[in-house]
């Protein structure tokens, strides 16, 4: 961030200092480069990372999804729509409580997550930042959101 005269009062609507402008504009960036890695198991960003969720988790509900995923439920739906759509996925009320939406892998679902175990590499080598400086950045990233989400 540049350093503020201390006479323009503007200076803090200066995109060069603005802490948000660096993190959207490298978020944008590495989501390019995920794309064609991404095309060739025929997902979107979006997809990928609620994929991702679900590789581990095997079933969740919708919130709870959502809120791993940063995501609101105008956003999410479509994607899950897409991905049921595509079978890699079936959604379905709780039997318990028919107000909860699930979500689930499917067997072609699961088979997809080998297709795509060689993508983290691959972009791991797009980006030049060190080990300890990736676990730093990382750890930074995560007390932002965390601090964005008690708000």
């Not at 950045?137 to 995560?142: A, H, K, P």
Request: charged letters at 30%.
């Amino acid at each position: 961030m540049h350093k503020q005269n201390g006479n323009d009062p503007y200076d803090a609507l200066r995109l060069e200092n603005q802490l948000c402008f660096p993190l959207y504009a490298c978020s944008r960036e590495i989501i390019k480069k995920y794309r064609p890695f991404l095309e060739e198991i025929g997902l979107t960003y979006t997809q990928y990372i609620t994929m991702m969720v679900l590789w581990s988790d095997k079933k969740i509900s919708v919130k709870e999804l959502g809120s791993k995923l940063f995501l609101d439920s105008g956003t999410l739906t479509p994607v899950l729509k897409s991905l049921e759509g595509k079978g890699l996925i079936k959604r379905y009320r709780s039997s318990q409580d028919e107000r909860v939406l699930l979500a689930e892998i499917t067997p072609e679902g699961e088979s997809l997550r080998e297709k795509a175990l060689s993508i983290p590499q691959k972009i791991g080598c797009c980006i030049t930042l060190g080990s300890d400086e990736a676990m730093e950045l990382y750890r930074l990233l995560y007390k932002i959101l965390g601090s964005c989400r008690q708000e």
